[in-house]
């Protein structure tokens, strides 16, 4: 484990020599200040409306529908770092002659891939995290909404974006870094149109869109995380208020048993385990 922290220390240094963290920095800046802008706004509106009175529903609408939206965009950035920081990981650094002092003994493929998860976790997951909890602080101040929970968003996104990083170790270990790139920007949107066939299905009330989307949901468990974390925003929130912002932007909030954790954890370690399987298998 030390080695693995050992790699995990230089890929993280190596990301910081690539400005790859400042980048994201400035993007997220940009984010959140054009989402306090959004939210201070959409606030006023509504008091202006109300005449200073506004009415819990609308608030309550308001100010989900904001946070939902960030923690859209907080999965989308995190998604986009942890493809950055792992889509060439094995055959990226294979090809440019990198790999091939490092997986000797002691250290070996097993360890450098677990390396380089725990790295790209390590930035990730408190990324979201922090975002995610930077809008919600942003939309109190703006019109004094408070969620729901702050932990099952919060932990939702955290978990959800790991599973990014395994899936994206994975592609590294069997396609080059282009392709690897564009694979994992397909998952991610198969896991949006999940999260969109259920919306379709539940409004239709048609039976198959809604197994289709739980069955694909599951498969690629950051959209089941995703969808839990939306229904906690405003799980106490009822009336029409309630139905609307239930909705989601892409992607309708579902309120997932508690075996999406330990699935998502498993799921996992299960696609790590087959890219250190396969990253073993490769001649470099």
Same mark, same amino acid.
């Not at 979201?128 to 919060?154: D, E, Q, W, Y």
């Not at 989307?213 to 839990?228: D, G, H, K, M, R």
């Not at 799980?235 to 139905?243: E, L, M, N, R, S």
């Not at 989601?248 to 330990?262: E, L, V």
């Given at each position: 484990?030390?080695? %693995? ?15 790859? #963290? ?42 989900? @529908? ?5 923690? +859209? ?45 725990? %790295?790209?976790?390590?930035?990730? %997951? ?12 942003? $939309?109190?101040?703006?019109?004094? +909404? ?26 590294? =270990?069997? #396609? ?45 468990? +950051? ?10 925003? @405003?799980?106490?929130?009822?009336? $029409? ?30 696609? @790590?385990?087959? =890219? ?9």
């Amino acid at each position: 484990m030390s080695d %693995a922290i050992t790699i995990a220390g230089h890929a993280l240094r190596e990301a910081v020599r690539r400005r790859v #963290l400042l980048v994201v920095a400035l993007v997220t800046t940009v984010f959140l200040a054009l989402y306090a802008l959004a939210a201070f706004e959409v606030f006023d509106s509504l008091e202006s409306s109300s005449f200073g009175d506004v009415p819990l529903d609308e608030r309550a609408l308001a100010g989900g @529908t904001l946070l939902g939206l960030a923690m +859209f965009v907080a999965l989308f950035l995190g998604v986009v770092l942890a493809i950055f920081l792992t889509l060439g990981a094995v055959r990226g650094d294979a090809d440019r002659g990198l790999l091939q002092p490092l997986v000797v003994r002691p250290v070996g493929r097993t360890t450098l891939l677990v390396g380089r998860l725990l %790295a790209a976790s390590a930035v990730c %997951a408190p990324y979201v995290v922090i975002v995610f909890l930077t809008a919600a602080l942003i $939309t109190n101040l703006a019109g004094g +909404f408070t969620p729901s929970s702050l932990v099952v968003p919060a932990a939702g996104l955290a978990l959800g974006v790991v599973t990014i990083v395994a899936v994206s170790l994975l592609g590294s =270990a069997v #396609l080059g870094t282009t392709a690897n790139g564009i694979a994992i920007f397909m998952v991610f949107a198969t896991g949006l149109a999940a999260g969109l066939l259920g919306q379709i299905g539940e409004g239709l009330d048609v039976e198959g869109l809604m197994t289709a989307s739980t069955i694909i949901s599951w498969a690629v468990p +950051f959209e089941a995380l995703y969808q839990n974390g939306l229904h906690a925003l @405003t799980a106490d929130v009822g009336g $029409t208020a309630g139905v609307i912002v239930q909705l989601g932007p892409f992607g309708g909030a579902a309120d997932m048993s508690a075996g999406i954790w330990p699935w998502a954890v498993a799921w996992t370690a299960a696609v @790590t385990t087959l =890219a250190a399987w396969l990253f073993r298998r490769r001649d470099l």
